[in-house]
């Protein structure tokens, strides 16, 4: 069942990256939601729009959350639940298209079974879950970043750090170095493939829950700074981290 998933997935990304690809030839659509910074793009629906209809034909029992709310979104994360982050890091890609990803996840009762995330202006396709290891464009990725806070370079939220939120500026400040890429998947995916050894951000549960269930695939914890059990419903402090630097970071709380 899984390895189905898998391969139905990995054909709808590559069909999903065509789309794009096709929908940036002519001007983008940009709305915008809660501000300036906060933008949905006609790619971000098209692209909703298609994961959802391909599991809508595929997995017709199973419940739905995206971000742009194409589907009815479920009310609860019983049974198993598809999560889609159409596109992710939407005003680096409408501003740079650069920078940005697609995000799926299949969660079985809250529970990680695959998340994908593809880096599309690099053509990098990340995917794993618990039981089934990570790879990277099928390349098995096994190591883990041993680094410490002071060896590493870790990503954090810009307005987590301006406003030393969590003290993520003082862990910043002890990190070798510190970015700010304004992409979820991009986060996880630098931490999962052992180039930073750390991502803070505020996220909404398609931000966090493909990543999650890749970094489960390393035992690369992803845990919610407040102490809350993850909901899937409301934006979240999250740090997901290698062990070392983990065990660090969870002082400075
Ligand atoms: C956003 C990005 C950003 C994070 C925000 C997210 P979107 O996702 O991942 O890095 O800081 O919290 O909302 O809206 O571009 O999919
Ligand atoms: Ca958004
Ligand atoms: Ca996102
Ligand atoms: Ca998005």
């Known amino acids: ?30 709305e915008e939601k809660t501000s300036q910074a906060d933008i949905v793009t006609n790619v971000d629906k098209g692209v909703e729009a298609f994961f959802v209809k391909k599991i809508t034909t595929h997995y017709p029992q199973d419940g739905i959350l995206g971000e742009e709310g194409i589907a009815e979104p479920v009310t609860s994360m019983d049974g198993r639940v598809w999560i889609i982050d159409p596109i992710d890091g939407t005003l680096n890609f409408a501003k740079q298209q650069d920078h940005y990803c697609m995000m799926l996840a299949l969660y079985d009762n809250q529970q990680p079974v695959v998340g994908f995330i593809y880096d599309v202006p690099r053509r990098e396709l990340l995917w794993g879950g618990p039981s089934m290891g990570v790879y990277c464009n099928d390349k098995a990725i096994t190591e883990v970043n041993p680094d410490t806070l002071a060896d590493g370079i870790i990503s954090v939220n810009t307005h987590m750090f301006v ?86 970071i969870e002082k400075y709380l």
């Open 1 to 30: 069942m899984t390895e189905q998933v898998i391969a139905d997935v990995k054909q709808w990304i590559a069909e999903a990256e065509q789309l794009i690809i096709e929908r940036l030839q002519t001007p983008l659509h940009v």
């Open 163 to 248: 406003d030393n939120r969590y003290r993520v500026r003082e862990i910043a400040m002890d990190a070798l170095a510190v970015r700010m890429t304004g992409c979820a998947g991009i986060g996880f995916k630098e931490v999962i493939l052992g180039k930073q050894n750390a991502y803070i951000s505020m996220l909404a549960p398609w931000d966090y829950a493909p990543g999650m269930a890749i970094a489960a695939g390393l035992g690369i914890k992803t845990t919610p700074l407040n102490g809350e059990p993850f909901t899937f419903k409301e934006r979240v402090p999250v740090l997901v981290a290698a062990e070392n630097t983990h065990q660090e």
